[in-house]
């Protein structure tokens, strides 16, 4: 019997310390609006650093994709100029001139 009575008051203690941080939480208001503030403050932060790497990581891939445009863009005028000029070497001129009239848009 006395176990019995001592584990009604033990829950009936729980209450009172759940009931006294949740006091202590309201009389400390201020603590905990600062705290949840910081947090706030800490998850932006760290959100901010990940677009921060993000931004970066994409500007070189930029420069890469503009190099590798670059090289691409040079190695079509190549191949345009060496098609060109073998067909200039046909003595009908019929695929030079074939040739410019496709090229003649992009120029």
């Keep these: 019997m006395a176990s019995a009575s001592s584990s009604s008051t033990g829950s009936v203690q729980n209450p009172k310390k759940s009931l006294g941080l949740f006091a202590n939480a309201i009389k400390r208001k201020d603590s905990f609006i600062q705290f949840f503030a910081m ?7 760290m ?4 677009q921060k790497y993000r931004i970066n990581d994409l500007q070189e891939d930029t420069s890469a994709l503009k190099e590798e445009h670059g ?23 019929l695929f030079a001139s074939r040739l410019r009239l496709l090229f003649a848009d992009n120029e």
């Design 39 to 45: 947090t706030g403050i800490f998850l932006l932060s």
């Design 47 to 50: 959100r901010s650093l990940g």
């Design 71 to 93: 090289t691409l863009t040079d190695r079509m005028k190549s191949i345009k100029r060496g098609l060109l000029d073998e067909a200039a070497l046909d003595s009908t001129g």
